[in-house]
């Protein structure tokens, strides 16, 4: 059974950083999609960042790029979102998820079809 972990969230003010961990088990795939999402209060969840095991290709929302990174370590079956310069839009409960196979590298790998497991979320506050 593949279990997903989240860990990190916190309270940060503007401009503060974080490192959000999810710890993947029971996932055999040599190589898959591994994500991560937010979903606000009263909004919709939606992809932040994807990154593919294989190749290692990645891909960012608009919203987050260049401040957000996206990184997994095969050997602690583990990937990380690394979040600088954070913003009170980034607010939100962050769920790490993984799916066989995404459009790696295109706006569509970050839509929620591609992904079967989800973790149970973190959340991130960010005050102004």
């Known amino acids: 059974q593949v279990r997903l972990v989240e860990s990190g969230g916190d309270s940060v003010q503007t401009g503060g950083s974080l490192r959000l961990s999810c710890v993947i088990s029971g996932y055999t795939r040599a190589g898959f999609c591994a994500a991560w999402f937010r979903q606000a209060p009263g909004k919709e969840r939606e992809g932040v960042a994807v990154?593919?095991?294989?190749?290692?290709?990645?891909h960012y929302d608009d919203s987050v790029k260049g401040r957000f990174t996206i990184s997994t370590d095969d050997a602690k079956n583990t990937h990380y979102l690394q979040m600088n310069s954070l913003k009170p839009e980034d607010t939100a409960m962050y769920y790490c998820?993984?799916?066989?196979?995404?459009?790696?590298?295109?706006?569509?790998?970050?839509?929620?079809?591609?992904?079967?497991?989800w973790g149970q979320g973190t959340q991130v506050t960010v005050s102004s």
């Open positions: 998820a993984v799916g066989p196979g995404c459009p790696v590298g295109t706006p569509s790998s970050l839509t929620e079809m591609w992904y079967n497991t």
């Open positions: 990154i593919f095991t294989g190749t290692m290709t990645t």
